[in-house]
């Protein structure tokens, strides 16, 4: 079984500043891990993911993320942030092959990021 | 990246009656699709996992002849929402991947809809 930990659920930080949204996993076998963004009533939106190779995953919008396996943890950073980007953010894992042709997505409880002007 | 299509994006029903939701992979044959839902400022929940051509797999703690979910193709799935009460009342959302144990290893997920029972 995997189990996703999003330690905070609020972030606010003011417009142009840097912002990290913490994620750490845990999980008895191999995963894939993802970032996703929620706008208001609407579905999620795939960031980034990291499958394999370099620990340092770029994806939309500015948004990376670096896997760190010794500590378990998967954080998205942004080096400056906008208005716009003002969404909630799940973490995500998903077991490596998992069996039966069928995985299912444990998802962190989600951290609402809000930027002020 | 592959489209989900989830439809309608938001119903009003009345107490007792039933809904149906959509959800449509549009370019890609969608083995597995997911339900999920969404109570406000928290996480997805998982109900139920439907594999194509078989019944639901539910959740603990879902009821089954209330949210009736039929994955009759490979790219459409629904849900329905059965004498719906207003504690149903949530924002309910699918995800589908594709077939293969090691073909793909994202699910896409579809907009969404916000079910409100009066």
């Known amino acids: 079984a995997q189990s996703v930990t999003q330690l905070d659920s609020q972030v606010p930080v003011f417009e142009e500043a840097p912002v990290e949204l913490r994620c750490n996993y845990s999980?008895?076998?191999?995963?894939?891990l993802f970032w996703y963004v929620q706008y208001p009533n609407q579905g999620l939106q795939l960031l980034l993911k990291?499958?394999?190779?370099?620990?340092l995953v770029k994806g939309i919008n500015g948004f990376e993320a670096e896997f760190n396996k010794s500590q378990t943890s998967f954080h998205l950073r942004k080096p400056s942030v906008h208005i716009s980007d003002t969404a909630e953010y799940f973490c995500a894992v998903t077991p490596w092959g998992a069996s039966g042709g069928s995985y299912i997505p444990t998802f962190g409880r989600g951290t609402s990021l809000i930027v002020h002007p | 990246g592959a489209v989900v299509s989830q439809h309608p994006s938001w119903v009003i029903c009345k107490s007792g009656t039933s809904v149906k939701i959509e959800c449509r992979s549009l370019?890609?044959?969608?083995?597995?699709m997911f339900w999920y839902r969404q109570f406000p400022k928290q996480s997805l929940m998982l109900m139920a996992t439907?594999?194509?051509?078989?019944?639901?797999?539910?959740e603990q703690g879902v009821e089954k002849d209330k949210f009736l979910i039929n994955h009759a193709s490979l790219t459409l799935s629904t849900l329905t929402v059965t004498s719906a009460h207003p504690e149903d009342s949530s924002f309910y959302i699918c995800?589908?991947?594709?077939?293969?144990?090691?073909?793909?290893?994202?699910?896409?997920f579809g907009q969404g809809t916000r079910l409100t029972v009066v």
């Open positions: 995800s589908a991947r594709e077939g293969g144990v090691l073909m793909n290893t994202e699910a896409f």
């Open positions: 999980s008895s076998v191999s995963v894939y």
């Open positions: 370019d890609f044959q969608a083995t597995t």
């Open positions: 439907s594999n194509e051509g078989s019944k639901a797999t539910y």
């Open positions: 990291y499958l394999s190779g370099s620990t």
